[in-house]
């Protein structure tokens, strides 16, 4: 960067938002992968959309590379800066402007942290329903830069479901400020849907209106152990059925998983012993303790007298709630503990699920005869996260496992990526999930919105692809 665009940016954000040399600290090329590998020498920390939209304007006429950052909790390198782009940090843009409880609405700035948000949200006597493993780190800007899912999709859909309106920032500095509260908005194209999932490579989005669910008066948890996969699909079904709308939650784990993460996390208690094929966690939230226990109770026993469950932990107290909890979100600790081993993140139809795990065990034991596979996941949303390990090889193979793991994705129409989106690690798959004219009308939106590629510049396409 010349010394005048760097005057200039200075100026702009001022000493507090200005980080140079030693002041750059760790936090700013690392992510939850790891440490990048370039270490910026200048980092921005604009404390406004309008501070943010001059920052833009001089490093478009610059034709300075950016890349936004929020909590570094991604998982596909996205946010790590490279040589020559400099990181914007949305630290300094925190904080809730609004909650208007008649619309069931939360105006909030991008830097804020997810948990910030449910605490707010719960205080007023509202929920905002995106829940994630990470939620103490990660902030609703890059929550909606993902279209993040977690872990009551089933109930309450991915973010782009969660979000009524968004303010973003161009790559020529425009400000679009679309802050809109209404459900039903049909006046032309639903622009919101450009930045949301885009990773922050068609505009930089500061600050957004979250549509908010009243607070439950009921929660229950229960903890099940199944005997086989058709009974985990049907009993998928039975507590659908049920339930209905109350379900809020339905993940599965498989046995070696689930053994793992009771041996390898610290603190987590065995609801159940371990030699049960599949195990699951499903919930209900609904507005009357007593009759929704007794319902999903009863739903329960159904399930266990037709044979679809073979044993039951059923939720008795919020300690025992978050106990239960704990367990699934312990997945991705458990699968961390098996280094070295490859992280995967896709969607599959649920029919093809036992099929798929039985394939990538297979396929990946005819390369490597003491290889790995351990799987969990949102199931109830047709989601997996997959932990693929080579045995004790050293290096990892991770080319060859992605191939295994991506090429059975797409014999089998899935996606290769359900909630983490694409960023660095899966561009070479992209094009598993996405036809030729889908990927080229990607494509022109980028070349229409970013002309000169200054936006998280390659992330989601390689470089010199667009």
Known sequence: MNSDLATALKTIVGEAGYLEGDAVGEKYYSDWRGQGDFRPNIVLRPASTEELSEIMKCCHAAGQAVVAQGGMTGLVAAARPHQNELPISFER???????????GTMTVQSGTPLQVIHEYAEANGFIYPLDLGARGSCTIGGNLATNAGGNRVIRFGMTRDLVLGVEAVLADGTIVSSLNKLIKNNTGYDLKQLFIGSEGTLGLITKAVLRLSPKPKSQAVAFCAAPDFDAVAKFLHHMKSGLGGNLSAFEVIWQNTYQVTIDNVPGVKAPLSQEHAY???????GGDQSRDQ?????????ALEAGLIVDAVISKSQAEIDDLWRVRDALAEAMASQQPAVGFDVSLLIDDMEYFADEVTRRMTAVWSDACVYIGGHLGDGNLHLGAKAGSLDPHPKEEID???YGLVGELNGSVSAEHGIGMLKRAYLSSSRNLAELALMKKLKQALDPGEILSPGRIFTPNDI
């Open 279 to 285: 195990y699951i966690l499903t919930e209900t939230m």
């Open 294 to 302: 007794e319902r999903f109770e009863a739903v329960l026993g159904e």
């Open 403 to 405: 191939a295994i793991v």
């Open 93 to 103: 843009m925190t904080g809730i402007d609004e909650l208007d409880a008649r619309t």
